[in-house]
């Protein structure tokens, strides 16, 4: 089993609003990540997190709050987005620590519209 | 800028045929490749991958060469169908010891399957 799910699939909000991304895997990989895809662009990193633990973030704006509560969830937490913060939002799992790096698993993604 | 790219943005080939689909990338010290697949509305879907001490991968009907001399990956695809059609990125991962680390992705292909 290699699935990564996401949920909401969709998700409308105000530039004023709270909201969360969650994503869960079930393959007891231990690093987890959020990346960003604009329209007709690639995926960009946003937060890797390895052993529950954050280890890297591209410099995001705190607007957008990454968590992992264990080793098989992941939440983004969005807070006063702006409309440029539209974009299709995925989340990915692998194994760290192999020799080079672990397969990467993307989940479906969240499709974001911020009004 | 990236350093990871690609050569065309749309690449259209009759079905039946074998299609290539190539990449390039400046960073000499990347270690680990990825080809991931991604139709519309979905998130990327592994393809196959290859490690820096290799120059040649081959799966199901797909085959990827790397060549480190002239920083140049490329995918094959054999006997293309239908279900090919999709947007192919390829992407690069440095190995920097820290056990997971983020995926830098090229602009990606539009494969186009004529019938």
């Not at chain 2, 991958?49 to 060469?65: E, F």
């Amino acid at each position: 089993d290699t699935e990564v799910t996401q949920t909401p699939k969709h998700l409308v909000m105000g530039m004023t609003n709270k909201k969360s991304l969650k994503c869960e895997q079930h393959m007891g990989h231990r690093a987890m990540y959020w990346y960003k895809q604009k329209a007709k662009k690639p995926p960009e990193l946003m937060f890797v997190y390895s052993y529950e633990k954050l280890s890297i973030n591209e410099s995001v704006p705190s607007r957008f709050s990454p968590e992992c509560p264990n080793s098989s969830l992941l939440n983004l937490h969005l807070h006063a987005l702006q409309p440029e913060d539209s974009a299709l939002y995925l989340c990915a799992s692998s194994h760290p620590g192999l020799a080079g790096a672990g397969t990467q698993y993307f989940g479906p993604g969240t499709r974001l519209l911020v009004l | 800028g990236e350093s990871v790219g690609l050569h065309l943005p749309t690449l259209s080939v009759q079905e039946g045929d074998n299609s290539i689909i190539n990449c390039a990338y400046s960073n000499s010290a990347s270690d680990y490749f990825i080809w991931y697949k991604q139709e519309s509305g979905k998130g990327p879907q592994f393809i196959i991958d290859i490690r820096s001490n290799m120059d040649k991968r081959q799966g199901q009907r797909v085959t990827v060469l790397l060549n480190k001399t002239v920083k140049h990956l490329s995918l094959q695809i054999a006997a293309t169908q239908p279900g090919d059609s999709a947007v192919y990125f390829c992407a690069e991962n440095i190995d920097s010891g820290g056990g997971a680390d983020g995926l830098t992705f090229g602009k990606g292909t539009h494969l186009i399957i004529q019938p």
